[in-house]
């Protein structure tokens, strides 16, 4: 019996896995990787210093706890070269594996920014828990971290590294944080804490190179010729669905690689769930919906061939930022037609996002306001019933 095969062992590919064997516990699993397997939770990641851990102690299994708890093969550091989809085969770099299903939760890529300077090859990206050891490898006490990018990942990592005692200067073209999630009212109560608690903010300039000085310290260069003089460059300015294996193999992809409800991409033999994944029309890179799509998927893949495939719901599933000295609670309009209505009291600010009929489509709730999370979930439509 061919296996079903899994490309990725992040939250995606072990939530997957993990479901499908409550349903399944004889069908052949391999799952494949690029890093070494360990499962943790990637949201940890950014919060690290205040959960008081270090790179190791993330790791919540190790890959052999993992391959035993799940009775499944990983294989680990390998590379997936190419999909052949007639012959439903993935190439690696030294072996071809056949799959009886395939599915693809290997998650996105961090956006490279085009930087000059002899110094832009070591700016830290943090993606994975291997990115994230080599950059606790060169913090220092009192490190002075320049972070280029002013999102949800960028804002997180300055709250966390901020009340640890390091510096933290941060740059960004937007005019104010989170501006691609909140309004502005918002981001300025974020940007407002988090200056407060020391981060230089250097906004509305966008970073357009990074050069080692004499001094050992690496100089940002900011579109108006400022520089931000740094002992480590972390670059946070989002991420992309990975989808060019996926469109190389002649799979539908838009903003992540196309998946209806059921999870089936254009081939009827592949699935794909997680941060390369649009389902729906909805590309929503965050742990609430992969694990309702993990669900759904693990019990689609264990039905019978006559079974009717499960078919994802999104209910209210808000995004929590974890700003712990400004907290933000936010979720997207449903419907973007529509304004924005702000209260804001300092750092505090109600925002809600309605229609022409003045019906709610979207909220964002900051400090002290997030008390007020399950009143506005319960008023706020669903993504997808």
């Known amino acids: 019996m061919d296996p079903i095969i899994i490309i990725g062992t992040g939250l995606a590919g072990y939530s997957v896995a993990r479901e499908f064997r409550k349903h399944d516990t004889a069908t052949p699993v391999v799952l494949i990787t690029r890093d070494d ?3 943790y939770y990637k949201p940890d990641i950014s919060e690290a210093h205040a959960k008081d851990k270090g790179a190791p102690e993330l790791v919540q299994k190790t890959v052999e706890e993992m391959a035993a708890m799940l009775d499944v093969t990983v294989r680990t550091h390998e590379q997936v070269e190419a999909i052949d989809r007639e012959a439903h085969q993935v190439q690696l770099a030294s072996e071809t594996l056949t799959y009886s299903r395939l599915v693809l939760a290997w998650g996105a890529d961090p956006i490279v920014l085009n930087l000059a300077g002899d110094a832009a090859d070591r700016v830290h990206k943090v993606n994975n828990l291997m990115d994230y050891r080599a950059f606790r490898d060169n913090l220092e006490a009192g490190s002075h971290v320049a972070i280029l990018g002013a999102g949800l990942i960028g804002c997180e990592f300055a ?26 009212a918002a981001g300025e109560a974020v940007r407002t804490a988090l200056a407060h608690a020391g981060v230089d903010w250097h906004l509305g300039h966008a970073a357009t190179g990074v050069h080692q000085g004499d001094d050992d310290r690496y100089h940002v260069v900011l579109d108006d010729d400022s520089q931000i003089n740094a002992d480590v460059v972390l670059s946070a300015v989002g991420l992309r669905a990975g989808t060019a294996l996926a469109e190389a193999a002649g799979l539908e992809v838009d903003r992540g690689i196309v998946v209806d ?34 669900r759904v998927l693990g019990k689609t893949l264990a039905a019978g061939a006559d079974d009717e495939p499960g078919r994802v719901k999104y209910p209210t599933l808000p995004i929590i930022i974890k700003t712990h000295v400004c907290p933000v609670i936010v979720y997207p309009p449903v419907d973007p037609h529509g ?40 008023e706020a439509p669903s993504l997808l019933d």
């Open 339 to 378: 304004e924005w209505q702000i209260e804001r009291d300092g750092t505090a600010v109600e925002g809600r996002f309605v229609d022409g009929d003045g019906r709610l489509q979207g909220f964002v709730l900051t400090g002290e306001a997030t008390q007020k999370r399950r009143d506005y979930i319960k």
């Open 261 to 294: 409800r059921t999870l089936v991409t254009s081939d009827p033999d592949i699935y794909a769930l997680g941060d390369c994944a649009e389902v729906d029309g909805h590309w929503r890179p965050y742990v609430g919906p992969l694990m309702q799509c993990a």
């Open 37 to 39: 397997g360990a499962s």
């Open 159 to 184: 709250n966390d590294l901020i009340q640890y005692g390091y510096k933290v200067s941060v740059a960004d073209p937007a005019d104010w944080p989170l501006a691609q999630l909140v309004p502005k």
